[in-house]
């Protein structure tokens, strides 16, 4: 009997929409009231959003409303520096 490889998770970027592993992408928390951060470890808590590490990923993320839909908010936030 062979090993098994086991479940990898899957994620959607949020700029792009393109699924990927979860180890690609990186993921975004929000760590005080309409500050976003990277968490680059994956351990903060909270509810976490994934963005390719592409640079058109990134600059799609200053404009528009994608970071508000991915933490359910209509206040506006402010994305720490990637």
Same mark, same amino acid.
């Given at each position: 009997?062979?090993?098994?490889k086991g479940h990898v998770?899957?994620? *959607?970027?949020?700029?792009?929409?393109?699924?990927?592993?979860?180890?690609?992408?990186?993921?975004?928390?929000?760590?005080?009231?309409?500050?976003?951060?990277?968490?680059? /470890?994956? *351990?903060?808590?909270?509810?976490?959003?994934?963005?390719?590490?592409?640079?058109?990923?990134?600059?799609?993320? *200053?404009?528009?409303?994608?970071?508000?839909?991915?933490?359910?908010? /209509?206040?506006?936030?402010?994305?720490?520096?990637?």
């Open positions: 009997m062979g090993k098994k998770p899957f994620r *959607t970027c949020i700029s792009c929409g393109t699924k990927k592993e979860k180890g690609e992408l990186i993921r975004l928390v929000m760590i005080s009231e309409g500050v976003v951060a990277r968490d680059e /470890k994956g *351990t903060l808590p909270g509810r976490g959003a994934y963005v390719c590490k592409a640079p058109t990923c990134w600059n799609g993320l *200053t404009r528009g409303k994608r970071l508000n839909r991915a933490f359910r908010t /209509k206040k506006a936030l402010t994305l720490l520096q990637p």
